[in-house]
């Protein structure tokens, strides 16, 4: 069993800050990657940030130089900076990772619940 808790998210005005926080818990060995996705409503889910385990990293076009995504290996916590905010429908942000669960050589991608993010003008 894998859980992934998101939190950090609520309402904030434009140009303001947040920090989304990813929690992730159960049968873990090691989690390869974690990313963020945000879905709107009627729309797709995309991807936003993703963190390897080695560090490097992958920002969707709209968000780079603004956002920032990082991982605290020890806890099994991925994070997401969001700077500069712009005003957007209400999106709901999702954590994803890639695991490996113990006595397992393979790799599954978890989601979590989500969590909602709203910019006002």
């Known amino acids: 069993q894998v859980q992934l808790v998101e939190s950090g998210g609520g309402l904030v005005h434009t140009g303001g800050s947040l920090r989304l926080s990813c929690a992730a818990s159960?049968?873990?060995?090691?989690?390869?990657?974690m990313g963020w996705y945000r879905q709107a409503p009627g729309k797709q889910r995309e991807l936003v940030a993703e963190?390897?385990?080695?560090?490097?990293?992958n920002y969707a076009d709209s968000v780079k130089g603004r956002f920032t995504i990082s991982r605290d290996n020890a806890k099994n916590t991925g994070y997401l900076q969001m700077n500069s905010l712009k005003p957007e429908k209400t999106d709901v942000y999702y954590c994803?990772?890639?695991?490996?669960?113990?006595?397992?050589?393979?790799?599954?991608?978890?989601w979590g619940q989500g969590t909602q993010v709203t910019v006002s003008s």
């Open positions: 159960g049968d873990i060995f090691r989690i390869n990657a």
């Open positions: 963190i390897k385990i080695g560090g490097s990293t």
């Open positions: 994803n990772a890639e695991i490996q669960r113990w006595n397992s050589y393979t790799k599954l991608n978890y």
